[in-house]
T-cell receptor, first 115, second 112 residues
Framework: KAGVTQTPRYLIKTRGQQVTLSCSPI?????VSWYQQTPGQGLQFLFE???????NKGNFPGRFSGRQFSNSRSEMNVSTLELGDSALYLC??????????????FGPGTRLTVL | QKEVEQDPGPLSVPEGAIVSLNCTYS??????FMWYRQYSRKGPELLMY????GNKEDGRFTAQVDKSSKYISLFIRDSQPSDSATYLC????????????FGTGTQLKVEL
């Protein structure tokens, strides 16, 4: 069974640009969550989608947005990039919308560098 | 103050040692507790999951939860060089869906 895939794996952008990252969950999984990982803040929750609906949102500015398609694939978008947005962006998929008991499987991440 | 505190390390131990990794938390709504392992340039992978106070064992790994003290631990017995990684504790609130709140991670190195 294929794992969670994320594209692209590496990305370099300049301040002010926007970026779109993609995540394909494990086949059959309907929930996708996004996290930002930085050396200073660690892993922080961005948002969670289930059946194309945003179920949960973390404490990030509106420049961070996401969506989920009918095939469960998800994209996240960051507009007006700032230097502080440089991070590893991780996607996790799970079978259901969760009750704390559903295992989340992480992809390898997209490393975003903002110059 | 962060909701979940974890000693960042780095922690260096000799092969065969018992490793103890710890997290404390302040949010009483956290009811589900996980330990993830993350190798360099990889995404985190789930090691242990528990939701009740007490111990849970899986091979060389034991997860311990003390809800009264808001304290969780992961013990690794007979540590191996392949255990060298960053270990992250994570928690979910009741009704929190799939939102994981992570500790900052402890970097572990097991030396020959």
């Amino acid at each position: 069974k294929a794992g969670v895939t994320q594209t692209p794996r590496y990305l370099i952008k300049t301040r002010g640009q926007q970026v779109t990252l993609s995540c394909s969950p494990i086949s059959g999984h309907r929930s996708v969550s996004w996290y930002q990982q930085t050396p200073g803040q660690g892993l922080q929750f961005l948002f969670e989608y289930f059946s194309e609906t945003q179920r949960n949102k973390g404490n990030f500015p509106g420049r961070f947005s996401g969506r989920q398609f009918s095939n469960s694939r998800s994209e996240m978008n960051v507009s007006t990039l700032e230097l502080g947005d440089s991070a590893l962006y991780l996607c996790a998929s799970s079978l259901t919308e969760g009750a704390g008991t559903d295992t989340q499987y992480f992809g390898p991440g997209t490393r975003l560098t903002v110059l | 103050q962060k909701e979940v505190e974890q000693d960042p390390g780095p922690l260096s131990v000799p092969e065969g040692a018992i490793v103890s990794l710890n997290c404390t938390y302040s949010n009483s709504a956290f009811q589900y507790f996980m330990w993830y392992r993350q190798y360099s340039r990889k995404g985190p992978e789930l090691l242990m999951y528990t939701y009740s106070s007490g111990n849970k064992e899986d091979g060389r790994f034991t997860a311990q939860v003390d809800k009264s003290s808001k304290y969780i631990s992961l013990f690794i017995r007979d540590s191996q060089p392949s255990d060298s990684a960053t270990y992250l504790c994570a928690m979910v609130e009741t009704g929190g869906g799939n939102k994981l709140t992570f500790g900052t991670g402890t970097q572990l190195k097991v030396e020959l």
